[in-house]
């Protein structure tokens, strides 16, 4: 697949679109045409070459924007990243995993070179090269958590498994939907996911984390989310609340199309091998209206989807009082056809 790497942004002038190939191979998150909970896990294999399955790391269009990004909420936040002192062995850890990761997938952007404990990291995209013996926090710029996320796409949750429970214990999280890192952080699983709606009631929280325990190395896992925000903005945290919240005021019928967007998180779980840490990452992925009905499919899928939405659902995933306005524009792309079965176009 060929990639130009965009210049755009997530905040103020919001510059970011999606190119006519990065639409096709958006994660739409919904296989029917209608929604609930569910724990919907699946292997984390390669499927549908040039899809955002297709290896461990997606990168994409958006990736030097994103990390550009990504920098000035640390800038403005250090608090985005945290590691407790436990869980820096599962930060070496994490840094491999990636690194290996992108060298395999994408040696063209990615150089990875190792001697012993003697690594050479040449990251082309972003301009980055980095001599480092591996374990030594001291030959790096910053720890090896943040040291790799700030050159890796979406959020990262590092969890700690004990007692027959997974604890977040350390995270670099700066395109959340509406939680906070420095909040949750020490949370075990249950106390962490408290906030949703109906998931406890169906018993979807307690399936989850017996499948999770049980991941095994070698063995990653993914499944999708999602909600809705106004306007492309990655970070959506609970700390700038008073920034992003009062934007979903701001959608009109004139333009909800291009001011509401589908935000998808592609969240994978790996074991780690020295640790026995879980690592969960959480890939954002962001799509205006306009750009998901060129998906006929799509377009007929998601107003159904919306419209029989329940109304807890509806509040918990970010509408507050643009459902209305929301269902009526995507009325005008559903023709009433059937669709097919999965996520991809027909």
Known sequence: MNITFKDETFRDDYTFSNSEEQIKRFPFPFHEDSYMYSVNMEPHAAVRPGSVFENDFDVDEHYVSEMRDRAKVLDEDPLRCQSLPHMTLAGWDLLEL?????????????????????????????????????????????????????????????????????????????????????FDIGMNFFEWHAPVPLAHEMGIFQRALKFLLNIQQGTPARRLNWTMTANP??????????????????????????????????????????????????????????????????????????????????????????RPKIVEYLSKYDDGQDTSLGIWPE
């Open 98 to 182: 990636i690194m290996t990761s992108k060298a395999k997938d994408y040696p063209h952007w990615f150089e990875l070179h190792r001697d012993g404990k003697n690594w050479h990291w040449i990251n082309h995209p972003l301009n980055i090269e980095q001599k480092f013996i591996f374990g030594d926090e001291t030959t790096l710029p910053y720890g090896p958590l943040e040291y790799i996320t700030r050159q890796t796409q979406g959020d990262f949750v590092l969890l700690d498994q004990r007692e027959e429970n997974l604890w977040l214990e350390a995270g670099m999280v700066t395109t959340q939907a509406d939680w906070s890192l420095d």
């Open 233 to 322: 903005l990655l970070d959506t945290s609970p700390e700038n609340y008073h920034k992003w919240g009062k934007q979903k005021l701001e959608v009109t019928r004139e333009n909800v199309g291009n001011k509401m967007h589908l935000r998808v998180e592609l969240q994978t779980f790996f074991r780690l091998p020295r640790s026995n840490a879980l690592v969960f990452p959480i890939r954002c992925y962001l799509i205006k209206l306009e750009e998901l009905v060129t998906i006929p499919k799509w377009g007929r899928r998601f107003h159904r989807v919306i419209r029989d939405l329940p109304e807890e659902l509806a509040t918990y995933k970010g509408f507050i009082d643009n």
